[in-house]
């Protein structure tokens, strides 16, 4: 089996927010946030360049969020008149 790695020892067991190289303190988009989160923290550039993708990954945690927030305090009202709570 024939490898072709060439990958420097320290660059395998660091994340890339700890690499030197990372970004100077700019500000991340979030691309690259969501691309660090799903990748553990290994790639910032997982997602690619296109915004959409973050936004929509964003859209939806909110919308989660929300959604979860409304049918909870829907099923609170209801659980009390079905259940007698």
Do not use: C, H
């Amino acid at each position: 089996m024939r490898t072709d790695f060439d990958y420097p020892q320290k660059s395998l067991v660091r994340t890339v927010v700890f690499r030197p190289d990372f970004n100077n303190f700019k500000a991340i988009t979030v691309n690259e946030a969501w691309s660090l989160f799903f990748t553990a923290g290994q790639e910032d550039k997982a997602l690619g360049v296109d915004p959409e993708l973050g936004k929509f990954f964003t859209y939806v945690l909110v919308a989660i969020g929300v959604t979860g927030s409304i049918w909870a305090s829907a099923f609170s009202r209801f659980a009390s008149v079905l259940f007698g709570w």
